[in-house]
Nanobody, 122 residues
Framework: QVQLVESGGGMVQAGGSLKLSCVLS????????MGWFRQAPGKEREFLAS????????FYRDDVQGRFVISRDNAKSTLHLEMNRLRPSDTAVYYC???????????????WGQGTQVTVSS
């Protein structure tokens, strides 16, 4: 059974940065493409970024491209999301996911983390 545990959320002022982490346990980390999603109050969950099993390939939602960086440390079974130049509109619960990576398309999700809150104040 795959378990995903996120950390690193919190409150930050607009223009600031945060780095989220997600640790996968229960299965082999390198078997999965990985990704990040978020869900703001009253909105649907949306894809942000994904990375292939080996880490060589990434895909981003247009409006986070250049501000957010997804990476993975396969030796530590850990996924990261570095978020820069944060905006109040980035306020949401951020979810880590494991599944199948597709070039140019959102991750096909098999497993979800429990989420971590990110709040950006103006």
């Amino acid at each position: 059974q795959v378990q995903l545990v996120e950390s690193g959320g919190g409150m930050v002022q607009a223009g600031g940065s945060l780095k989220l982490s997600c640790v996968l346990s229960g299965r082999t980390f390198t078997s999965y493409g990985m990704g990040w999603f978020r869900q703001a109050p009253g909105k649907e969950r949306e894809f942000l970024a994904s990375v292939s099993c080996g880490g060589a390939n990434t895909f981003y939602r247009d409006d986070v491209q250049g501000r957010f960086v997804i990476s993975r440390d396969n030796a530590k079974s850990t996924l990261h999301l570095e978020m820069n130049r944060l905006r109040p509109s980035d306020t949401a619960v951020y979810y880590c996911a494991a599944g199948v990576y597709y070039a140019g398309r959102p991750l096909k999700v098999d497993y979800w983390g429990q989420g971590t809150q990110v709040t950006v104040s103006s």
